[in-house]
Nanobody
Framework: QVYLAESGGGLVQAGGSLRLSCEGS????????MGWYRQAPGKERDLVAK???????TYADSVKGRFTISRDNIENMVFLQMNSLKPEDTAVYYC?????WGEGTPVTVSG
């Protein structure tokens, strides 16, 4: 059974940093696209960043220059380093790997 386990969310003050991690299990995701999405209260789930098997990345305009996505193909993991966080980054962040979703980890930015 495929399962994506996210970690690293929490409460942080504006200007702070968080690092999200996601580990996939149940299949090999080394050749798969991976990404992070987020959903704020009352809004749709939107792409934050994605990375393909060659390490090519795409970012939402709102996070460019502040967030960095990376991956570990051997460990089936994807990461999201979030710096200079803003209150508008508050949302539930979801890991995605080639059609599979994690359960989400909440990020709250105060200030």
């Amino acid at each position: 059974q495929v399962y994506l386990a996210e970690s690293g969310g929490g409460l942080v003050q504006a200007g702070g940093s968080l690092r999200l991690s996601c580990e996939g299990s149940g299949r090999n995701f080394g050749l798969s696209d991976m990404g992070w999405y987020r959903q704020a209260p009352g809004k749709e789930r939107d792409l934050v960043a994605k990375i393909n098997m060659w390490g090519m990345t795409t970012y939402a305009d709102s996070v460019k220059g502040r967030f960095t996505i990376s991956r570990d193909n051997i460990e089936n993991m994807v990461f999201l380093q979030m710096n200079s966080l803003k209150p508008e980054d508050t949302a539930v962040y979801y890991c995605w790997m080639e059609g599979y979703w994690g359960e989400g980890t909440p990020v709250t930015v105060s200030g």
